[in-house]
């Protein structure tokens, strides 16, 4: 029977107020509604989703295993609005089963722009994680699993890793299975934990489907598929906003979570942490990624951020601005950096995307804009207002 590895994300970014070229204050950020939004997935979600995990890692006896990465934009905002959700999260991590992930701390796409702010974002990210949890990572999750050859030979020189969580595309697979341990092509010394997409998409998007085929799906239904899997383990890699806030308490999403390990470990499945599956299994192979793969749309690329004209003008002007940024930050203004950090969240590009059928209806569902269109124009109007604060901070050429 194959391991299994659940790897949950929890995110949310500060979305912008919208912030036309007669606006003049630093105030770019819709504090009203980020807080009710936090507070709105925190009662839904982060809450009772948090509690159930308590639970099993209490009633399952350390068998219970879970990894999770939890992005510093939603660290700060708990902090300010919902301080119980990282008291959970404390707790959690007092009971041994979970591990902690690395990853950029604004969820940003900075290693496809950037290495240096790449590395402190991660750096203040794993710092953060050590402070509030106790933890040093020892696993590196990218913003929304995006992967290519360049980040896993960035990971290896740093030698700070044992390895990196992707998605399972046939790209990198060329028809192996994603139920193995690989190692990066470029970088052997760093190994590649794939999420199967098939089966975690089961639960993200299918499971109160009632057209599809799987509909029901029980805990029992579900163990006895993973136990089927050939191969060494299951990656079930997911947003933990699926509990709750995607799929509603009221399908029966948390029935699933609070009864699928128990079923797991009958069907003879061991759980294991993203380092403990590092540990316990060799890579089979190697993968090569010239090109960045991800877990979003149906490319499973880069191209859900950076795939047409608006997303790469927003972010190529992004990154331009950053030395300036970061002498203003030298010279004392630290907010602006702050305020830098938070526009580089993968999000605000999500939400320029203008692709079209199922993919266009997911951005949609997450884009509070009318249209990739309006994302743009506020994006731009608000870089050109931080520019302005940037030069105003110290002079740079």
Not at 83 to 91: A, F, G, H, N
Not at 243 to 251: A, D, I, L, P
């Amino acid at each position: 029977m194959p391991a299994v590895c659940f790897y949950f994300q929890l995110h949310q970014p500060y979305r912008l107020r919208r912030y036309s070229v007669f606006d003049s204050g630093p105030d770019y950020f819709d504090d009203t509604n980020n807080a009710a939004i936090v507070r709105k997935v925190a009662g839904k979600c982060y809450v009772p989703a948090l509690r159930h995990l308590l639970d099993l890692a209490e009633r399952l006896h350390g068998d219970f295993r879970v990894g999770l990465s939890v992005t510093g934009c939603l660290i700060d905002q708990c902090r300010e609005y919902v301080p119980e959700v990282i008291e959970l999260l404390q707790k959690l991590a007092e009971t041994g089963c979970v591990e902690f992930l690395a990853e950029t701390y604004c969820h940003s796409l900075a290693h496809l722009f950037d290495a240096q702010e790449f590395d402190r974002q991660v750096a203040l990210h794993t710092e953060t994680m050590d402070e509030l949890f106790g933890q040093s990572p020892a696993v590196f999750r990218n913003t929304e699993l995006i992967y290519n050859d360049a980040l896993a030979q960035h990971l290896a020189k740093g030698g700070r890793f044992l390895g990196v969580l992707t998605e399972g595309a046939e790209a990198l697979l060329n028809g192996r299975s994603p139920n193995h341990v690989y190692r990066a092509a470029p970088a052997p010394a760093t190994s590649v934990l794939l999420k199967n997409h098939k089966l975690s998409d089961d639960i993200a998007f299918r499971f109160s489907d009632p057209n599809w085929a799987g509909h029901p799906l029980t805990a029992e239904k579900f163990a006895a598929w993973v136990a089927d899997e050939p191969g060494d383990i299951v990656g079930l890699f997911m947003d933990f906003e699926t509990f709750g806030e995607h799929q509603w308490e009221s399908t029966g999403i948390f029935e699933l979570l609070t009864g699928l390990p128990q079923q797991l470990r009958d069907a003879g499945c061991p759980m294991l942490t993203p380092s403990e599956v590092l540990d316990e299994f060799d890579p089979t192979g190697s993968v090569e990624a010239p090109q960045p793969v991800s877990w979003a749309d149906t490319e499973r690329d880069a191209s859900a951020w950076l795939g047409n004209a608006m997303q790469s003008s927003a972010s190529h002007e992004l990154y331009r601005l950053l030395p300036k940024v970061l002498s203003a930050a030298a010279a004392g203004d630290e907010t602006v950096l702050r305020d830098w950090r938070r526009l580089s969240a993968s999000d605000h590009f999500y939400y320029m995307c203008t692709k079209f059928f199922a993919d266009a209806e997911v951005h949609q569902y997450f884009s509070p804009y009318e249209s990739p269109y309006d994302s743009y124009i506020n994006f731009m109007n608000v870089l050109d207002h931080l520019r302005t604060r940037a030069g105003q901070s110290v002079d740079v050429p």
